[in-house]
């Protein structure tokens, strides 16, 4: 599934935001640089687990669907100024955005993890506490405004924390050395050992998982502004149907090779 961008003019943007839903088209924030959940090229095309996620949402409500790439530490202030109606862009549920934004009911959820060089002191960690006091000194790289980046700021107070604007950015750093290890859902880190800089690197085999730390969220959600109630529950009911047929599941499969959908409660 693949949709175009759609760039809204900065003088439309206080006045668009509820009402494109309601006038039959749906415009969705998303980072467009972090794969396999949300990337867009030169084109304009976004593709990825959540462009799908947005794809059967936008079929299951019955309108047009339209792509805002936006830096994700600048989702939250772009939805509250109404550049779009919701954020897909997988984006943790936690109590710090929501006293900012709303969310739908979950939909996702993945495992997080650290990535370093094979035979590498952090390499051979396995268990988690260890692995968080072994990052003293260490620079671990994680991406700004991220869950991941405020876990860090939490539990490894002592780490030297690098932080990117987006995931290449960091994924170059740990190539190069610059940095030691680096922190982000399971996915993000594969896509980065999959190619030819991550040879010589590998996965810490240590799962930190939402339930560990409530700074990780509570699974991954859509974003709503707080005003939205009535597109809250058409969101959720549309989204619950979408996991329940298995239609989620299913794009999750062709995405990261296994169901990552979040069933409801």
């Given at each position: 599934?693949?949709?175009?961008?759609?760039?809204?003019l900065?003088?439309?943007?206080?006045?668009?935001?509820?009402?494109?839903?309601?006038?039959?088209?749906?415009?969705?924030g998303?980072?467009?640089?972090?794969?396999?959940?949300?990337?867009s090229?030169?084109?304009?095309?976004?593709?990825?687990?959540?462009?799908?996620?947005?794809?059967?949402?936008c079929?299951?409500?019955?309108?047009?669907?339209?792509?805002?790439?936006?830096?994700?530490?600048?989702?939250?202030?772009?939805?509250?100024?109404?550049r779009?109606d919701?954020?897909?862009?997988?984006?943790s549920i936690?109590?710090?955005?929501k006293?900012?934004?709303?969310?739908?009911?979950?939909?996702?959820?993945?495992?997080?993890?650290?990535?370093?060089?094979?035979?590498?002191?952090?390499?051979?960690?396995t268990?988690?506490?260890t692995?968080?006091?072994?990052?003293?000194?260490?620079?671990?790289?994680?991406?700004?405004?991220?869950?991941h980046?405020?876990?860090?700021?939490?539990?490894?107070?002592?780490?030297d924390?690098?932080?990117?604007?987006?995931?290449?950015?960091?994924?170059?750093?740990?190539?190069?050395?610059?940095?030691?290890?680096?922190?982000?859902?399971?996915s993000?880190?594969?896509d980065?050992?999959?190619?030819?800089?991550?040879?010589?690197?590998?996965?810490?085999?240590?799962?930190?998982?939402?339930?560990?730390?409530?700074?990780?969220?509570?699974?991954?959600?859509?974003?709503?502004a707080?005003?939205?109630?009535?597109?809250?529950?058409?969101?959720?009911?549309a989204?619950?149907?979408?996991?329940?047929?298995?239609?989620?599941?299913?794009?999750?499969?062709?995405?990261?090779?296994?169901?990552?959908?979040?069933?409801?409660?």
């Open positions: 599934m693949e949709l175009k961008v759609l760039t809204l900065a003088c439309l943007a206080g006045s668009m935001g509820s009402a494109l839903a309601a006038e039959g088209e749906l415009s969705i998303t980072e467009g640089a972090y794969p396999p959940w949300s990337m090229d030169a084109n304009g095309n976004v593709t990825g687990f959540d462009a799908d996620v947005g794809a059967l949402l079929t299951k409500l019955a309108v047009t669907c339209h792509f805002v790439v936006q830096a994700f530490d600048g989702l939250i202030p772009a939805l509250k100024a109404k779009f919701v954020i897909i862009s997988g984006m936690t109590a710090d955005r006293k900012e934004i709303n969310f739908s009911v979950g939909y996702a959820e993945l495992a997080n993890m650290f990535v370093a060089a094979k035979g590498s002191d952090l390499a051979a960690i268990d988690v506490d692995l968080l006091k072994s990052l003293d000194g260490k620079k671990v790289g994680v991406q700004a405004g991220t869950t980046a405020h876990f860090l700021e939490k539990r490894a107070p002592n780490a924390l690098k932080t990117y604007d987006t995931l290449d950015q960091m994924q170059i750093d740990l190539a190069s050395g610059r940095i030691d290890t680096a922190f982000a859902d399971q993000a880190l594969q980065f050992l999959d190619k030819p800089d991550g040879k010589n690197f590998q996965l810490i085999g240590v799962e930190i998982k939402s339930t560990f730390d409530p700074t990780l969220g509570e699974g991954i959600g859509v974003g709503i707080q005003e939205n109630t009535e597109l809250k529950a058409k969101i959720d009911k989204l619950c149907e979408l996991i329940a047929d298995g239609s989620v599941g299913k794009a999750s499969q062709k995405w990261f090779k296994t169901d990552i959908s979040r069933p409801c409660k």
